[in-house]
């Protein structure tokens, strides 16, 4: 049997809490759109991914199923894949006539810009100036830190985005710590926005590993390449479980200023594994 995520009512209700506020994060695969709708309930949010491989095509037409099923999408928005205004409309345009109303914008992960925007904060300015139907973008969080930015380029960057921005989803941190420290950071530095913890969901090392470095996943794939031996602490015979770094935020967040108003599971594709963890969470929570 799973060890308890919590020890008393107090953190009970904080796991409550945090329970409600939870999204999945998923790749567009062919397969995508029907393990999804097999296995995950449509209050749950999701968020599809976009690489510099494959480009926004399976994330644009990914996103689109699944909101014309039921789901509430966001797909990643990334500047460096778009040429400039003119695409940018016609994008918008093909979400907006999809029923999709939510974003996630991020600078994306390619190495070379595809156009004029090289930064999230440049597709945000374009957006605000552009009549949409987008009622709830997203952003980036980086807790611990970015590796092509100093520690202040990182905080003035928080402090440009997050007039134009609803939420930030971080990405991949094991540490609870950090995420407590970064967020009590955040609000000194005025952003009040609410904070989604971003973490894998249940999966083998093996496949953590192999899907980050091939993918590419961000900055979260780049600290994961860059601690192989640590992460070993992290995984049990059976695989990787977010259950610590549950229980350290739930027991942290009572004393700390972090706005962290819910969990941001990037499930590598193993749906039904991460909704069964969720459905345990929840009824520990006692909302099951």
Known sequence: MARPLTRNDDERAVLARLATGISYEVMPFSSTVGTVRAHVPTEVPLTVTATGGKGLE?????????????????????????????????????????????????????GQPAGVFTEALDVLRALQDRTHLFKDLGIGGYPEGHAGLSAEQVRQAMRDKAPYAHRILTQICFDADAFLRWGAQL??????????????????????????AS??????????????????????????????????????????????????????????????????????????
């Open 58 to 110: 399976p994330t644009i037409a990914t996103s689109i199923a699944l909101r014309q099923a039921g789901y509430t999408v966001a797909p990643h928005l990334a500047a460096r894949l778009i040429t400039g205004p003119e695409e940018l409309d016609k994008i918008l345009t093909r979400l907006e006539a999809g029923g999709v109303d939510r974003l996630f914008v991020i600078a994306g992960d390619a």
């Open 187 to 212: 609000r000194t530095d005025g952003v009040e926005l609410p904070v989604y913890a971003g973490m894998p969901g249940p999966v083998s090392r093996q496949k953590l590993m192999r899907i980050s």
């Open 215 to 288: 993918l590419g996943l961000g900055q979260s794939a780049n600290f994961l390449k860059k601690q192989r031996t640590m992460l070993w602490r992290f995984f049990s015979p059976a695989g990787y479980s977010p259950d610590g770094l549950v229980r350290g935020l739930v027991r942290g967040l009572p004393e700390s200023r972090a706005h962290i108003a819910g969990f941001h599971l990037f499930t590598f594709n193993e749906i039904a594994a991460t909704e069964a963890w969720r459905r345990r969470l929840l009824a520990e929570a006692g909302l099951g």
